[in-house]
């Protein structure tokens, strides 16, 4: 009964393809993210999903497009894919209960581009 | 621009002796900061998250404390499963999509 959880966790593509990753939380958040994470182990958001609703789109390729077919499950596609975009990707899922916060993490997609 | 500097970028300790991991943030108002542990191969494990100045919060043999500027992770006679890579991250006041600004991480090694 994993919180976030995420597939597939590996992912070895050849550039110029497209592929999906795939994000649920069974915690009953209003909120998910997408995070990327490079070599250095930078964290940096690219998308949030509020209920359905895109609410933050940073400034990240349109090669790349998240989808939320619902609150619990948040999805990224990516078109096209380069060199560049090998790293990891992680999704979260965000508790606020009176002005408390926590994020979850799940266990992250790894993403190599040959 | 809201920025978070975590130092030192790598600490090696010996079982028992205990440091602390500074967090520097510049943020438009601040409305939390976190956090976390990552192990190699896992996702980021929460472990605090603080909101005002002079507030701190333990967990084992965590202790992390805030001012106006800085967050410091204090740990009190680490053990070898203690070592992780730690992040820090910030949320601005001036948005309430609960977008995270982290730093580049502490990566602690402690030797048994």
Redesign the interface.
């Known amino acids: 009964d994993t919180a976030?959880s995420q597939t597939p966790k590996y992912l070895v593509t050849q550039m110029g393809n497209d592929k999906s990753i795939k994000c649920e939380q069974n915690l009953g958040h209003d909120?998910m993210?997408w995070?990327k994470q490079d070599s250095?182990?930078?964290?940096?958001?690219m998308f949030?999903y509020?209920n359905k609703e895109l609410?933050?789109n940073e400034t990240v390729p349109n090669r790349f497009s998240p989808k939320s077919p619902d609150k619990a499950h948040l999805n990224l596609h990516i078109n096209s894919l380069e060199l560049g975009d090998s790293a990891v990707y992680?999704c979260a899922s965000?508790h606020?209960l009176a002005?408390?916060?926590?994020?979850?993490?799940?266990?992250?997609t790894r993403l190599l581009v040959l | 621009e809201d920025q978070v500097t975590q130092s030192p970028e790598a600490l090696r300790l010996q079982e028992g002796e205990s440091s602390s991991l500074n967090c520097s943030y510049t943020v438009s108002g601040l409305r939390g900061l976190f956090w976390y542990r990552q192990d190699p191969g896992k996702g980021p494990e929460f472990l605090f998250t603080l909101y005002s100045a002079g507030e701190e919060k333990e967990k084992e043999r965590l202790k992390a404390t805030l001012t106006k500027k800085e967050s410091f992770l204090h740990i009190t006679a680490p053990k070898p499963e203690d070592s992780a890579t730690y992040l820090c991250a910030v949320q601005s006041s001036s948005s309430n999509t609960g977008k995270l600004i982290f730093g580049q991480g502490t990566t602690l090694q402690v030797k048994p």
């Not at chain 1, 250095?40 to 958001?45: A, E, H, P, S, V």
């Not at chain 1, 002005?99 to 992250?108: D, I, K, L």
């Open positions: 976030v909120t993210y995070y250095k182990k930078f964290l940096k958001i949030s509020n609410i933050i992680f965000r606020l002005a408390q916060e926590t994020q979850y993490f799940g266990p992250g």
